[in-house]
């Protein structure tokens, strides 16, 4: 114990520790044993969605088997989830990985893995410093420098899976809403649809909104009558309706500030279309859409009216493509390529 509590007193030196019973340092890794994870929660969606995906890829690399461990907000928070349960518990096998994305993971994550072996892997930019971590799976728009245990992904890890067989004629619209980095023109934004869904008349079209969606727009989208467009509000769908939407459609358009899911819409195989929203400041996250869109990931609404390109080659969508705009690519999964990595480096020989 005496080890944990100066570790915790060096980086934490203004926390006070409380020290208990003796803890066991153990790590292993066994050839017949699947990769024993351990998964920080906070029981943010965006967060818990970035984990979800992790280990979803590991799975479909090697045997994983997983325990959930809930992490309250504060110091008491990270306090008891290690002290109260993780270290004194004999009911969880000690890990191989400790996995957490949000800020309030880290400190139990760290804690967890120092008192019962294991690497430590976060999915974010920590505001600890980087070098405690085993791995830290960053987003390149957050522009850290490159580093040993550093990797870079385009956007948020999501547990979206590839679809490569035959998909649908159906087409999506996905409807964000005002963020601190977006503004909001409604009428804009219909006009861009009414120029979609009027070239593309022979196409049935599915407009849903977000919980960012001000009220008006979602009234104005029901209102509005389309011959081939149906709008379904987001509190109308149930849990995994949009994901097993994207696995489907043939095409999907989303508004420029709804990232995470431009993100999604890549994973799952779906070409991807760009709707314009007004942006209130050039951040990083913008630029990051706007390197998909350079990179022929992603085309704009400007690029698709002003050449007249369609959006659908379904020859592309059995091969495990997607093709919109005139640019295909091969799988989008940050997930799976990040896994896959982390495998290769510690991994190989079990």
Not at 207 to 236: C, F, M
Request: charged share 20%.
């Amino acid at each position: 114990m005496g080890e944990l509590v100066n570790f915790f007193r060096c980086r934490f030196p203004r926390t006070q520790v409380l020290e208990g019973s003796t803890i066991i340092f153990y790590f292993s890794v066994s050839m017949d044993k699947p990769i024993i994870v351990w998964r920080f929660r906070d029981g943010k969606r965006g967060h818990e969605s970035q984990t979800q995906g992790f280990l979803q890829a590991l799975g479909r690399l090697r045997a994983i088997e997983s325990s959930d461990i809930m992490v309250t907000p504060g110091l008491l928070g990270s306090l008891h989830a290690a002290f109260g349960h993780l270290l004194r518990s004999d009911s969880l096998p000690d890990p191989d990985l400790l996995i957490g994305a949000g800020h309030g993971t880290h400190l139990p994550l760290l804690l967890g893995a120092h008192a019962r072996g294991g690497r430590t892997i976060v999915l974010m930019k920590p505001s600890l410093p980087i070098r405690w971590f085993d791995l830290c799976v960053i987003p390149t728009h957050d522009d850290v420098r490159p580093r040993n245990n550093v990797f870079t992904t385009r956007g948020v890890l999501n547990p979206m899976a590839h679809n490569p067989g035959r998909r649908s004629e159906r087409g999506l619209f996905l409807i964000g809403g005002p963020s601190r980095h977006h503004g909001w023109d409604e009428d804009a934004l219909f006009r861009q649809i009414d120029t979609i869904v009027t070239r593309e008349s022979g196409i049935p079209w599915i407009a849903t909104t977000s919980r960012r969606t001000p009220q008006a727009t979602a009234r104005a989208l029901v209102g509005r009558k389309w011959e081939n467009l149906h709008p379904i509000p987001y509190s109308d769908t149930p849990d995994g309706w949009l994901s097993g939407q994207l696995q489907e459609a043939s095409a999907a358009w989303v508004t420029e500030d709804s990232v995470s899911m431009i993100y999604e819409a890549l994973t799952a195989g779906t070409p991807t279309g760009v709707l314009s929203i007004p942006r209130r400041v050039v951040s990083r996250l913008s630029l990051g859409v706007d390197r998909l869109a350079a990179d022929g990931l992603v085309t704009t609404f400007s690029t698709w009216r002003d050449h007249a390109i369609l959006p659908y080659a379904p020859n592309e969508f059995s091969s495990g493509k997607f093709f919109l705009g005139g640019a295909s690519s091969g799988q989008f999964n940050e997930a799976t390529r990040c896994a896959r990595w982390m495998v290769d480096r510690w991994f190989t020989n079990r």
